[in-house]
């Protein structure tokens, strides 16, 4: 036996996963904050006011795509709030 890996018999299910992935997916969690938007330039509280990124925070978010993309990470689904800074962000993180 490999290390922790343990095979039920008969079911074709290794450590929680199907036998025929292996080795098995890894799974990585993103999180990550808007760009810059007005209301931080402003040095405001802004809370759930919908507030536009600046032209850094739309350029924060195009790098973190070019980042993400040099690491190899590719998205299956995401989340996030239909506030236009964090939407927006999101769109850029796509590239």
């Known amino acids: 036996m490999m290390g922790s890996t343990i095979k039920a018999a008969n079911t074709g299910i290794v450590s929680g996963h199907h036998a025929d992935e292996w080795p098995p ?3 990585l969690l993103v999180l990550a904050r808007h760009g810059k938007s007005e209301g931080n ?3 405001i509280f802004t ?3 919908d507030l536009p990124l600046t032209e850094c925070g739309r ?5 973190a795509a070019e980042h993400l993309r040099t690491l190899g990470i590719a998205f299956d689904g995401a989340f996030a709030t239909e506030l236009t800074r964090a939407s927006t962000s999101y769109r850029r993180s796509q590239g």
């Open 47 to 49: 809370g759930w006011r």
């Open 25 to 27: 997916k890894r799974h």
């Open 59 to 63: 350029d924060e978010a195009r790098r």
């Open 41 to 43: 330039r402003d040095n």
